[in-house]
């Protein structure tokens, strides 16, 4: 089957954005080719927009998670959006189960404002911001 590649991952990291496009989960594995590069730190802009949680700030990498709608309704009309949800969900799992292998921590964030962190991260037009996940290790 053609995956539809509705899903994006933004890292932002240490002055820079990266996008992972392509994406999508299948059983453990996360597969993914980074796109764009943006030279900037959008931590603290995601972490304003995320009600001022400024905890998130302080995490090396913050990843959001974003989904299409328009490209998956295509195919399965309005029941597209849930399917994004629970895609997204399964690779937020995913990326937990990763990191703990990894001995990396990371948290979940779902209390933001959609367009203000789509607009921190400059993510593409259209895209939905679903899930936060700052990564770290323990302090
Ligand atoms: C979907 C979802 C969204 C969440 N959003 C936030 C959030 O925005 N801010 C926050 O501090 N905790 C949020 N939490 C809760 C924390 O990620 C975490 O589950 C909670 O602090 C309990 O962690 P613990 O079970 O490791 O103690 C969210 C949890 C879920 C499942």
Redesign the pocket.
């Known amino acids: 089957m053609k995956a539809l590649k509705f899903v994006l991952i933004c890292l932002t990291v240490f002055g820079l954005v990266l996008f992972s496009s392509n994406v999508f989960a299948k059983q453990t594995l996360i597969y993914g080719t980074t796109e764009k590069i943006i030279d900037m730190d959008a931590r603290e802009g995601v972490a304003v927009a ?2 001022r ?1 400024m ?1 998130m700030a302080t995490a090396p990498v913050i990843l959001v998670l974003t989904a299409e709608y328009g490209r998956i309704t295509i195919k399965y009309g309005d029941r597209g959006k849930r399917y994004a949800m629970i895609e997204v969900g399964h690779i937020g799992q995913n990326i937990f189960l990763q990191c703990e292998a990894m001995g990396i921590c990371a ?6 404002y959609d367009t203000q962190v789509a607009g921190a991260i400059k993510t593409q037009k259209n895209h939905e911001p679903l ?2 996940m700052p990564l770290g290790y323990r302090l």
């Open positions: 995320s009600l949680q905890w948290g979940i964030v779902g209390a933001f899930i936060i």
